[in-house]
């Protein structure tokens, strides 16, 4: 059996994302706030860079020899075998427009795979946080996926319909699931935490979704790719409460 993951390393990713979303309130709706755009044309802000600054300060400090890779900066390569994967703001257009979802992703793994998962929402107060083989909590307390298993009133929930597949979207709007755009790491949260059935995201990142390979799992759901690949290199991404995982991938298969 795989061992359970290190109780410190999970307090320790959830005091280091719990500062960073402090830090990212400081900023939280400031107006003038300057907004650049990357190659990919992905928005980015002076919040977004010194929230990734800070998280990899903290890492590095505790943990010299590990390694991290981030949405901001260049991968550091450490030798201890474990890594660190960390997006600051997840949601930038979501923090930027003055909504309150967006998110501070924190992920780690060690030689036995996906060990710790950190989803906090510091704009509503809430955290989500997992480790191997030691369950999932909201907010310090367990949490777990929801029991329902028919398609009427299940929640579907995404970060936008911009990269869905037209006939993908039909085929959901037929099955009776309720539609919903509580996207971003938010919506990993809802699913953890039993308040939506699943989440699809059609294009992702790692960093995107790295913290739900342990959360979702641990909270009793699955997580694939579309094609069902556990894995993160994958370009799109389902999380559900397991129930209605084949049912959702079907759709988006078609």
């Known amino acids: 059996m795989t061992p359970p993951a290190d109780q410190f390393l999970v307090d320790f990713a959830t005091d280091i994302a ?123 307390r367990s949490c777990h996926v929801s029991s329902h298993d028919d398609t009427p009133g299940a929640c579907v929930t995404t970060s936008g319909f911009g990269h869905w597949d037209r006939d993908a979207l039909l085929r959901l709007h037929a099955s009776g699931m309720m539609m919903r755009t509580w996207g971003d790491g938010y919506g990993y949260a809802l699913v953890a935490s039993g308040r939506a059935e699943a989440m699809v995201d059609p294009e992702i990142s790692v960093w995107d979704i790295a913290p739900c390979r342990v959360i979702i799992p641990e909270a009793g759901g699955r997580c694939t790719s579309f094609s069902g690949e556990d894995s993160l290199d994958v370009e799109d991404f389902v999380a559900s409460n397991g129930h209605l995982h084949d049912v959702v991938l079907e759709i988006m298969n078609g």
């Open 18 to 140: 719990l500062e960073a979303g402090r830090l990212t309130l400081e900023s939280f709706r400031d107006y003038e706030l300057d907004i650049e755009h990357k190659s990919d044309g992905s928005p980015v802000t002076a919040v977004d860079l010194a929230v990734e600054r800070l998280l990899r300060e903290r890492i590095l400090e505790a943990f010299p020899e590990d390694s991290v890779v981030g949405e901001e900066e260049e991968d550091h390569h450490g030798t201890s075998g474990r890594r660190w994967i960390i997006d600051p703001i997840d949601g930038t257009s979501t923090f930027t427009h003055g909504v309150a979802l967006y998110c501070n992703l924190i992920y780690v793994e060690d030689e036995h795979g996906p060990a710790v998962g950190v989803i906090n929402i510091p704009g509503i107060g809430e955290l989500v946080a997992a480790g191997r083989n030691l369950g999932a909590t909201l907010n310090g």
